[in-house]
């Protein structure tokens, strides 16, 4: 079956502008987390949706940052006024819901470069 | 600091094991989790073990946890060049957040 799909695969940018990543997860997967990964680094958690709702966003860096879900289907994760220090590979992962002791579910990333 | 520690490189000969190391701080983590990462590739979740076991095994991976010192590591068994990836450890607390190391670099050598 499908796994989690992330768009666009590649995105490079002025800093400044504003970016949309996009994360398709598994079909009836309640549970949509982002992650960053800066070079070299481990993941970092961003914000964690069960449904369309946001319960934890703690892990968001700024303001700059937003997310969202439509129901339980795809999530956008926006970033504006985009910093050099953006520049990070953003995994999105699924799994069918949080309370389940195991596997999150990762997309192949959306690597973004801020120039 | 890290609270998921991990040494960044490892390097190993093709048919010998692999043992990558991994510590973490949190005694009420409930799950332990090992990745792999391959260039180009997201995540695949290898294995992971539950925080009341000491030792599970699937295939050519052997994960042993000793809970009383924090240390989670991972064995495989006859390494293969297709091996050559970067390991992440990751504990998940009591709640659905996953707190990952920094990788391990296996290089698996001719």
């Known amino acids: 079956g499908a796994g989690v799909s992330q768009s666009p695969s590649n995105k490079v940018t002025e800093k400044g502008k504003d970016v949309e990543l996009r994360c398709d997860p598994i079909?009836?997967?309640?549970?949509l987390y982002w992650y960053r990964q800066r070079l070299g680094q481990g993941l970092e958690f961003l914000i964690y949706f069960q449904g369309n709702s946001a319960p934890d966003k703690s892990g968001l860096p700024s303001d700059r940052f937003s997310a969202e879900r439509t129901g339980e289907s795809v999530s956008t994760l926006t970033i504006q006024r985009t910093q050099q220090e953006d520049s990070a590979v953003y995994l999105c992962a699924s799994s069918p819901t949080w309370d389940r002791g195991n596997e999150q579910y990762f997309g192949p990333g959306t690597r973004l470069t801020v120039t | 600091g890290e609270d998921v520690e991990q040494s960044l490189f490892l390097s190993v000969r093709e048919g010998d094991s692999s043992v990558i190391n991994c510590t973490y701080t949190d005694s009420s983590s409930t799950y332990l989790y090992w990745y792999k990462q391959e260039p180009g590739a997201g995540l695949q979740l290898l294995t992971y073990i539950f925080s009341n076991m000491d030792m599970k095994q699937d295939q050519r991976l052997t994960v042993l946890l000793n809970k009383k010192d924090k240390h989670l590591s991972l064995r495989i068994a006859d390494t293969q060049t297709g091996d050559s990836a970067i390991y992440f450890c990751?504990?998940?607390?009591?709640?659905?957040?996953?707190?990952f190391g920094a990788g391990t670099t296996v290089t698996v050598r001719a």
């Open positions: 079909s009836g997967h309640t549970a």
């Open positions: 990751a504990e998940r607390r009591n709640d659905y957040k996953l707190s």
